[in-house]
């Protein structure tokens, strides 16, 4: 079920949700777009759910690439986000 992301910031009127997909871009204007995105996250009320969601949707369909910041984190730390969780877990299970 999608979370409700009622209220999210990203989504406001006249935002440039482009911004939120530039982290894999080493310039100067795609590092800025990606610290406006990061920090609209930090203070985005319906972040966890957001992150929640995205780390489901990932783990789910077994994503080998993400990409685009979501609850504020990049494609890359997601995944050490999910690698790490499924360490503790499989440790959780032995
Ligand atoms: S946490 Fe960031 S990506 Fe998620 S809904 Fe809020 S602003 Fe958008």
């Given at each position: ?14 935002q440039d949700?482009?911004m939120w997909?530039r ?9 800025r777009d990606t610290r406006y995105a990061r920090e609209t ?28 910041v ?25």
């Amino acid at each position: 079920m999608a979370a409700d992301l009622t209220g999210a910031l990203c989504a406001a009127p006249g935002q440039d949700l482009a911004m939120w997909f530039r982290e894999l871009e080493d310039t100067v204007d795609g590092r800025r777009d990606t610290r406006y995105a990061r920090e609209t996250c930090l203070r985005c009320p319906v972040r966890v759910a957001c992150l929640d969601q995205q780390m489901e949707i990932e783990g789910r369909t077994g994503a080998s690439s993400r990409h685009g910041v979501f609850g504020g984190l990049s494609g890359r730390e997601r995944r050490r986000l999910y690698e790490s969780a499924k360490r503790a877990k499989a440790r959780a299970a032995a």
